[in-house]
């Protein structure tokens, strides 16, 4: 039996588990007490991501997240999943459910990022961001949908302060961020009162996509791009998304928001 205003007993998916911020938000999950499938792929079909290859390795760096897990007394589960694919979205919601039974959270958190004016952008490019930042929680959202609605659960979304803005060279990452909370909203109407369904806009956070693809777009240090940008002065951790995760898991009236998580980057308009 799952306490509604808890996490204790309740089952919690997080795509794309195996990177830096799912980690994050999958380790709060734990400690809040919910058992979590972590869910993420090795190897893509396209090198059109921060990691510039196939091999990815998010399902590897997502088994080396149960031991942490297991240490917070909770069930830790690793799904190979591209989120691209339709047949192994519905697999891995089966998998939960024969090994779980339930499914109490959707944490869509799966997503890539590449730099590239759209004049210059192959058709490929685009297509790989959009697919895998919007049409990946598409798939995911419809498959739990059905055991959400039973448990009455919720679905967290990773959005970006990307789906705020607009940023040059980011033409695609932005519209895929905007589709995220566009889908949140919308969402959140069609499975009210059954399900809330929210989204986390992280800011600057140490991970590869801020390493190796934005930081030489912008032409700065990562340290100098916090200095300038951040009225806190310091970056954004992957445990402070997952603080705002179990938030918006465990409390009930809370639905179609979306909330910033930047030091007061987008308040930095001078």
């Given at each position: 039996?799952?306490?509604?205003?808890?996490?204790?007993?309740?089952?919690?998916?997080?795509?794309g588990g195996g990177g830096d911020i799912g980690g994050g938000i999958a380790t709060e999950l734990a400690a809040a007490g919910s058992d979590?499938?972590?869910?993420?792929?090795?190897?893509?079909?396209?090198?059109?991501?921060?990691?510039?290859?196939a091999e990815?390795?998010?399902?590897?760096?997502?088994r080396e997240?149960?031991?942490?897990?297991?240490?917070?007394?909770?069930?830790?589960?690793v799904v190979d999943c591209d989120v691209t694919k339709a047949a192994q979205i519905d697999a891995m919601v089966d998998e939960v459910i024969d090994e779980f039974s339930r499914i109490d959270v959707l944490v869509n958190n799966a997503g890539v990022i590449t730099a590239t004016p759209v004049e210059e952008m192959a058709e490929a490019e685009w297509e790989t961001v959009m697919d895998v930042n919007a049409k990946g929680m598409f798939l995911a959202a419809r498959a739990a949908i059905p055991h959400l609605r039973?448990?009455?659960?919720?679905?967290?979304?990773?959005?970006?302060?990307?789906?705020?803005?607009?940023?040059?060279?980011l033409?695609?990452?932005?519209?895929?961020k905007h589709a995220v909370l566009g889908l949140t909203k919308s969402l959140s109407l069609e499975l009210a009162p059954d399900v809330t369904v929210n989204a986390i806009c992280p800011g600057i956070v140490e991970t590869p996509m801020w390493?190796?693809?934005?930081?030489?777009?912008?032409?700065?240090?990562?340290?100098?791009?916090?200095?300038?940008?951040?009225?806190?002065?310091?970056?954004?951790?992957?445990?402070?998304?997952g603080r705002l995760a179990v938030f918006f898991a465990e409390n009930r009236n809370v639905t179609g928001q979306s909330v910033v998580v930047d030091g007061g980057i987008l308040q930095n308009v001078l």
């Open positions: 039996m799952v306490d509604k205003n808890t996490l204790d007993g309740a089952v919690s998916i997080v795509t979590v499938v972590i869910a993420d792929v090795d190897i893509m079909e396209t090198e059109y991501n921060q990691k510039s290859s990815i390795g998010g399902a590897t760096r997502a997240l149960v031991d942490r897990i297991e240490s917070e007394d909770q069930r830790a589960h039973e448990s009455e659960g919720t679905i967290i979304n990773t959005a970006s302060i990307a789906g705020e803005i607009g940023a040059a060279g033409a695609h990452y932005c519209a895929s390493e190796d693809v934005l930081t030489p777009e912008i032409g700065e240090s990562y340290d100098e791009t916090i200095d300038r940008a951040i009225p806190m002065g310091r970056d954004q951790t992957p445990e402070d998304m």
